[in-house]
């Protein structure tokens, strides 16, 4: 496992195949809810923080997670800077989205469907990727917050999204996609705070553009 400061903010890990080897992991189903996988997780936090002083434990962290078919895995790890509107944003949003308010519509497992997920700094754009998407999108959606920036987990499939050629440039409009969502997806339900579960673009979309 070889670790790279890129800036005082971002580091590059590279794992080898014999680093998956070693931890029994397999690249093909690497998944962050795995044991192993989470063990290596932190292992090279801890690492990154010995090397290089890079220390995440009280940042909110964005990670990024490419296979490399010649390196094996290369995972760019950022900590993102935080702004104070978020808390009492988030504030707000508590207090509006009680549970007696949300109508949680619980659907069968995903067959035949993709996720994708979505990171916004600010809560006004998630307002508006939601906007956007309330005339093409009815398919299932998850609301996390974890340390100030706002994750939106989104089924995507045929009869899910009206027109999937505009679904994700309406998205990257206003938020970034996040790499690897299976691993990652897991990282968001363990550290991650859900704040509306199943169909949070249709209730902001309640709550904010009546």
Not at 185 to 190: F, P, R, V
């Given at each position: 496992m070889k670790i790279e400061k890129i800036n005082e903010n971002k580091i590059k890990v590279t794992i080898s195949i014999d680093d998956l080897l070693e931890r029994n992991i397999d690249l093909d189903t690497l998944n962050y809810n795995t044991p192993a996988a989470q063990e290596l997780f932190w292992d090279m936090m801890e690492q990154a923080e010995i090397q290089f002083g890079f220390d995440a434990s009280d940042s909110q962290i964005c990670v990024e997670a490419i296979p490399d078919p010649e390196e094996g895995f290369v995972i760019i790890i950022t900590k993102l800077d935080e702004d104070g509107e978020f808390e009492s944003i988030h504030k707000y949003i508590k207090n509006r989205f009680r549970k007696s308010d949300l109508r949680v519509?619980?659907?069968?497992s995903r067959v035949s469907s993709s996720i994708v997920i979505y990171f916004?700094?600010?809560f006004e754009d998630l307002c508006s990727v939601c906007q956007k998407l309330r005339d093409i999108y009815s398919g299932e959606s998850t609301l996390y917050r974890l340390k100030g920036v706002y994750y939106l987990v989104l089924t995507k499939n045929s009869w899910s999204v009206a027109n999937l050629r505009s679904f994700e440039p309406i998205l990257s409009e206003f938020g970034t996609k996040?790499?690897?969502v299976s691993f990652y997806?897991?990282?968001?339900?363990?550290h991650g705070e859900k704040i509306i579960e199943y169909n949070a673009v249709e209730t902001i979309n309640d709550y904010f553009h009546r």
């Open positions: 519509r619980k659907r069968n916004f700094n600010n996040v790499s690897n997806e897991g990282y968001l339900n363990e």
